[in-house]
């Protein structure tokens, strides 16, 4: 009802229709997010394949939260649709689609301050319905030993980095087949950044699909073979991320050179 | 020397029924920051339909342990059961409200139990059959009934089981989880919406047995029983922080504590102008001094917008 009429800069994307692979796992169409009547994503389109490594990226305010928490059903749309295997999700409730696979890692990491760390990775797995977690937890705790030094200590006190690879190991422990991360490198040191790369590479690895978002535009495009540019709430550019990266307006705007 | 002992009985009796109440106040309170007026009235539908059920059970001849089970079972259902349905069409529909909304929903719905209840029950106070034949012994010079003793077991294990099942549990991690930040719980597939009508569901169960508790120990129910009652629980919330599980437990204890010793004494400080018909007074001074005083409670965490 409230959708608006397809903008002219669509037809940029929609050719394309931003998609890295045929038969997507995850299909998006004119997505509208609107607060008390602003529009944050004014018709948005993609489309992401089984398995894929992409990324949204785009400045301050442009829209990217707002698509992964639309995506995630932390946001009511205002119009559009979401496919996620075929099957619409937008009218879920979070829980429900985070039991279907998919897993938001918020901007801001979201712990749980007053669990431990252990009972904040355990609970990533409400969302798998019964199965066995205990393989997940212990790749977690191999992959990240920082976590398992730090099993009974309250996730409030853990560092900013500490606590993003909890917030991450907490995603891997619901074992999803869409992970969307939202800023993972937000305020963290460089070191800690590639340790947190390394840790989503080798949940890609495993066959999951990464929907990335950064600021960092360098980093992202580096880590993800398809790209989209999110500008004002449009998708204003796609395309395959090292293309991307060496496109001009991309260059200029978003990478600093 | 006697009656300190014997206000020190009856105040951890007193005490622990008033903490099995807190307890639903403070979880609610914890879990969705709304002061759920209405709780107290649950403690009256537990005793008054509790005696209903027992009087029915034992007109129809069954023996007194198989109707106190029955009418036990038969309270905590219908509580817990209207404790959920005052959730979901009560207080659900106005989760992102301002809080004033719920709040003075939660004074409506009280109003309404306790109209309804006057409408099933009458106005009258409702007596006990004297079937309850308790067994009272000298301790050291204080009597002591079995019945109180079975209150304060009955409380003590209902309360290690609750902490065990908040504290050990995948359900207690979601009911701490959803508590700390119900968004990211939704977004770890925890059913959010569930979570809080359980905690409903363990609250106003508690309550039937608190008011079960009072029927048997004071003998009679009222359908405006709950009013008080419901006050001075929620002062013992208070007490030991609202939001705080073992906090409300630490309160209640306290408050019967102080209002069973400072009852017994009264009339002695006071040269005889106050009696122990005073003792209600107590709660409040309690309540006032807290949040003068210390409004995170004992066992609060400080943050302003506790309390
Ligand atoms: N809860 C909200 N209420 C009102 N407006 C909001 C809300 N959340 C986001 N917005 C607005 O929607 C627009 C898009 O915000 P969003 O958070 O999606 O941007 P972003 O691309 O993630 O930015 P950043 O890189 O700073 O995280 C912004 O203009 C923002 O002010
Ligand atoms: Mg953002």
Redesign the interface.
Not at chain 1, 122 to 129: E, L, S, T, Y
């Given at each position: 009802m409230t959708a608006l009429p397809a903008p002219d800069d669509r037809a940029v994307t929609d050719s394309t229709a931003a998609r890295a692979v045929a038969a997507p796992v995850l299909e998006v169409r004119d997505l509208h997010v609107s607060y008390g009547g602003v529009a944050a994503l004014k018709g948005v389109d993609l489309a992401v394949s089984a398995g894929a490594r992409v990324c949204v990226i785009g400045a301050n305010g442009a829209g990217k939260s707002s698509l992964l928490r639309a995506l995630?059903?932390?946001e009511p749309l205002a119009g559009g649709s979401i496919c996620w295997r075929g099957e619409r999700i937008d009218h879920l409730?979070?829980?429900e689609r985070?039991?279907r696979g998919i897993?938001?890692v918020?901007e801001g990491r979201?712990v749980?301050?007053?669990?431990t760390v252990q009972?904040n990775i355990?609970?990533?797995?409400?969302?798998?319905?019964g199965q066995s977690m205990t393989t997940d937890i212990d790749r977690v705790y191999s992959l990240m030993p920082r976590l398992a030094q730090r099993r009974t200590q309250l996730a409030g006190t853990l560092s900013g980095g500490e606590q993003q690879m909890l917030a991450i190991g907490?995603a891997m422990v619901?074992a999803p087949e869409l992970l969307l991360l939202d800023e993972p490198s937000m305020g963290l040191a460089p070191m800690m950044v590639q340790t947190i790369f390394e840790v989503i590479a080798g949940i890609a690895q495993a066959g999951v699909t990464i929907l990335l978002v950064e600021q960092n535009a360098r980093l992202a495009l580096r880590s993800t073979t398809w790209a989209w540019v999110l500008d004002g709430g449009r998708v204003l550019l796609s395309g395959d991320s090292s293309g991307l990266a060496d496109d001009p307006r991309v260059r200029a705007a978003y990478l600093g050179d | 020397m006697d009656i300190f002992i014997q206000q020190l009985v009856n105040g951890v009796v007193l005490g622990s029924i008033y903490a099995l109440v807190a307890l639903g106040y403070t979880m609610v309170y914890g879990i969705l920051g709304l002061i759920n007026f209405a709780h107290g009235d649950l403690v009256m539908v537990g005793a008054l339909s509790a005696l209903a059920l027992l009087k029915v059970c034992l007109a129809v001849g069954l023996g007194l342990p198989a109707s106190l089970a029955l009418a036990t079972l038969g309270a905590v259902l219908l509580c817990g059961g209207l404790g959920v349905l005052i959730e979901r069409v009560a207080y659900r529909p106005l989760r992102s409200a301002p809080k004033l909304a719920p709040l003075i929903t939660a004074i409506g719905v009280s109003i309404l139990i306790e109209y309804g209840a006057a409408m099933i029950w009458s106005k009258q106070y409702l007596a006990l059959p004297p079937v309850i034949q308790s067994t009272t012994w000298q301790l050291a010079g204080a009597a002591i009934t079995d019945l109180q003793v079975a209150i304060v077991v009955m409380a003590s294990v209902l309360m290690a089981g609750l902490l065990w099942l908040i504290r050990a549990t995948p359900l207690g991690v979601a009911m701490r989880a959803t508590e700390q930040n119900a968004e990211v719980a939704g977004l770890m597939g925890i059913d959010t919406h569930r979570v809080i009508a359980i905690t409903f569901l363990i609250g106003s169960g508690l309550a039937a047995l608190a008011g079960i508790m009072v029927l048997l120990y004071y003998g009679v129910a009222h359908y405006f029983m709950g009013f008080m009652l419901g006050l001075k629980a929620f002062t013992a919330a208070v007490l030991g922080g609202i939001g705080s599980v073992p906090g409300a437990m630490l309160g209640g204890l306290l408050l019967g504590l102080i209002e069973s010793l400072g009852a017994g004494y009264v009339g002695e400080l006071t040269g005889g102008v106050f009696g122990s018909n005073y003792r209600d007074v107590f709660a409040f001074i309690v309540l006032i001094l807290v949040l003068v005083l210390r409004p995170a409670g004992l066992l609060g965490t400080a943050s302003g917008e506790r309390a």
């Open positions: 995630a059903g932390l409730p979070s829980f985070a039991r897993s938001l918020p979201g749980f301050a007053r669990l009972e355990r609970i990533g797995g409400h969302a798998r319905r907490r619901a | -």
